[in-house]
């Protein structure tokens, strides 16, 4: 399949790949699939002629493209009609209808991650600080107020390694699905839990399922990969330990999504470690690429960067292999929520407005956790009452904006939101930034959007041309882009439990043994 190319004309997107075309309207995108059977349509209209007469089906294609917003070249193109979008949602109201917030249960951690992003002077990870009861609950409630009464609330235990704070998270489920829930009766709060997994306290496994607490673990590939990249403090395997501890939640039937961090440790080989991910029973794989600065502002060495061409191609391999559905391969999963009339992203999360604050033990609130005691990402604290200071949160707003000079040209404007906004803060934004680390940080969010959005958008156009060409006529609709399937995919074949855990055993001892 050729690469996808991508043409702008005034507000009009034209993506092309392999005869077929995608076409929708920049600024409030609605996307129309056109197969190459009918694309000389789509250029006449574009082109507001058409030579040698009317062709059958011209009136009904030409009605189809204007409800969706899309105009001849020398016609202002317009908007679809859609919802208000979620750029300005959270501004016209008072609360926020969801957010989620992480708990920092512990400061400290047991593994030592070539690529942490809990700073050491930032996360006061040297004086391994445990939240308190207290200091939790009074954030829970104070976050709980921000948002609607029927509004949705996750809790997100974090850290360092939340399992070494266990008997907290454990009191506070107990405690929001006891007298919290009293007085938030239509909340809806839902538990969730980060963590590294080499730790499993004996009554884990009760608690998940008691209060529906579920997991998302990290495992970077296989062993020879995942012993560098995440070991033990003071060195050791820790890959033997969490591959057991999944096995544990799985023969329980408790689901584990499971994440890697890409680097240049495996950014050639994600395919192998997504086949891993399955292989050791996870539910779900996802691949979140290095951001380049921890929360002390430290950027990382340039080696460890994964190369973002790379990082698109292994992407697009995975994607395509159907290994996963959609819904079960993270960051597609997230992507192909954004296929909706009207919807725009004017940022890349949802940080600038509140909506992922993080408690630290010692009761203060920041935006994101790539954030934690940077003062200009302070947005409460617990002991002021003052969560969320709006004045942060604008700011913030006013940075990421996708009308910045570095995303204003882009057709995924308003599709991507500018990616993640961690390395815009701690990188772009700095004047003292290697050039480098610049460009890495612009290139691999861009990588992200150009080729899981192009993946989307072509795959489901194919896979409904027939339903689609059955709507062009007025008042038809393109199909929603949902969940799809792979029928040219042959996903690799499961590898046994016993040669995971052989393999995992050899790559221990040869590294005890380089020891």
Partial sequence: ????????????????ESGDTVCFHVKSPDPVFVPASMRSLLDEFLADKSVGGRKDGQDAFETFCREHGIRPNRKKAEPSVGGSGCCSCDRQKQQRTAASIYLLLSHGCNQACIYCLNGRETYGVADCAMMTEETARKALRQVAASITPDGELEVVFFGGEPLLNWPLAKNLMDWVDGEMRQDFPLLK?????????????????????????????????????HHVTRPY???????????????????????????????????????EVSCFHRDCGGTSSAFAPLNAVDSDGTIMPRALCPDPRTYAAGLKEVYRSGIWPIDQLFPFNEYAKRFQ?????????????????????????????????NSHFEAGSIDAGDYPREAVLTWMREVTDTNRRECRHCVFQYLCGGGCPVGLFGIQRRPDSAAWA???????????????????????????????????????????????????????????????????EQEAIRGTTKN
């Fill in 438 to 504: 610049k460009r890495y940080t612009r290139e691999i969010s861009c990588a992200i959007s150009h080729t899981v959005l192009g993946e989307l958008l072509f795959d489901r156009g194919r896979a409904t041309t027939a339903v689609l060409e059955r709507q062009l006529r007025p008042g038809g609709a393109l199909p929603e882009l949902t969940c799809i399937e792979h029928p040219d995919a042959v996903a690799a074949p499961m590898i046994s439990q016993e040669a995971i855990w052989q393999r995992i």
């Fill in 189 to 225: 709060i839902r538990f969730h839990l980060t963590t590294n997994l080499t730790l499993f306290p004996e009554d884990l496994i009760d608690y998940a399922k008691r209060h529906s607490l579920t997991f998302l673990v990290d495992v970077d590939g296989p062993p020879e990969i």
């Fill in 233 to 271: 403090k003071g060195g050791g395997a820790s890959l033997v330990d969490t591959v057991r501890h999944i096995g544990f939640l799985r023969a329980a039937d408790i689901p584990v999504a499971l994440r890697a961090t890409v680097t240049s440790y495996n950014v050639e080989r994600l395919l």
């Fill in 1 to 16: 399949m050729s690469d996808m190319k991508i043409l702008r004309q005034g507000d009009l997107a034209i993506l092309q």
């Fill in 341 to 373: 009339p009207g919807h725009r992203m004017n940022h890349g999360c949802g940080a600038p407005y509140g909506n992922t604050p993080v408690v630290t033990a010692d009761g203060k609130m920041f935006t994101c956790i790539y954030m934690v005691n």
